[in-house]
């Protein structure tokens, strides 16, 4: 079935600088490819989002790459701060009659000051 | 409200009673997902409604779970005979547009 591995589960950076999640997924039809930040608590929040026609989107300090070939997607968080702590859940979707998504298992960032 | 609002926050049960969760979308959000989110874990899909089509129900664990959406609106998941591995966070989320889901901030359920 369908399927979306993430790593690394855990990932500890230094405040400024740079974390990257990866992502890989199974199902070629995926197309759509959305990034969310769980905070202790609250809901998961929709950070950005990439499409299947597009390889690369920038917004501020937060970058997703997309790889349709090697199936595989990237979040790239630069400069980062503490407030950046948090789960970080990829997903992929398509549409199969319903809109259904398919969550990778979460990657804790600690951002140490 | 501005959000998708979830009800209770916390729920604690004991095994084999039954239990009911309320979730309010987002007003004219016309699909709506739950998800339940064990400790540590991703994110578990179990039934999507959107507009008045028939509910995806493929992702229910078993027939002890049941949900509703009412008037296209709010939503109910109900767990029967609750057991302890039922223990974990219940997540509704609501969306306008295909892609972007806007989640509540769940229900910790407790099984003991």
């Known amino acids: 079935g369908e399927n979306v591995e993430q790593h690394p589960s855990t990932l500890s950076v230094q405040e400024g600088d740079s974390a990257v999640i990866k992502c890989t997924y199974s199902?070629?039809?995926?197309?759509?490819f959305p990034w969310y930040k769980q905070e202790l608590g609250k809901g998961p929040q929709l950070i950005i989002d990439?499409?299947?026609?597009?390889g690369e989107k920038k917004d501020q300090r937060i970058a997703v790459t997309l790889n349709k070939t090697a199936k595989h997607f990237s979040l790239h968080i630069t400069e980062t701060q503490p407030e950046d702590s948090a789960v970080y859940f990829c997903?992929?979707?398509?549409?199969?009659?319903?809109?259904?998504?398919?969550f990778g298992t979460g990657t804790r960032l600690k951002v140490l000051a | 409200g501005a959000g998708v609002s979830q009800s209770p926050s916390n729920k604690v049960t004991e095994k084999g009673k039954d239990v009911e969760l309320r979730c309010d979308p987002i007003?004219?959000?016309?699909?709506l997902y739950w998800y339940r989110q064990s400790l540590g874990q991703g994110l578990e899909f179990l039934i999507y409604?959107?507009?008045?089509?028939?509910?995806?129900k493929s992702g229910l664990p078993s027939d002890r779970f049941s949900a509703e959406r009412t008037g296209g609106s709010v939503s109910t998941l109900t767990i029967q005979r609750t057991q302890q591995e039922d223990s974990a966070v219940y997540l509704c989320?609501?969306?306008?547009?295909?892609?972007?889901?806007?989640f509540g901030s769940g229900t910790q359920l407790s099984v003991l």
């Open positions: 989320a609501s969306s306008y547009e295909v892609g972007k889901l806007f």
């Open positions: 199902d070629s039809a995926s197309n759509y």
């Open positions: 990439i499409r299947s026609n597009v």
């Open positions: 997903a992929a979707s398509w549409n199969s009659g319903t809109y259904k998504y398919i």
């Open positions: 007003s004219g959000h016309t699909a």
């Open positions: 409604f959107q507009g008045n089509s028939a509910p995806d």
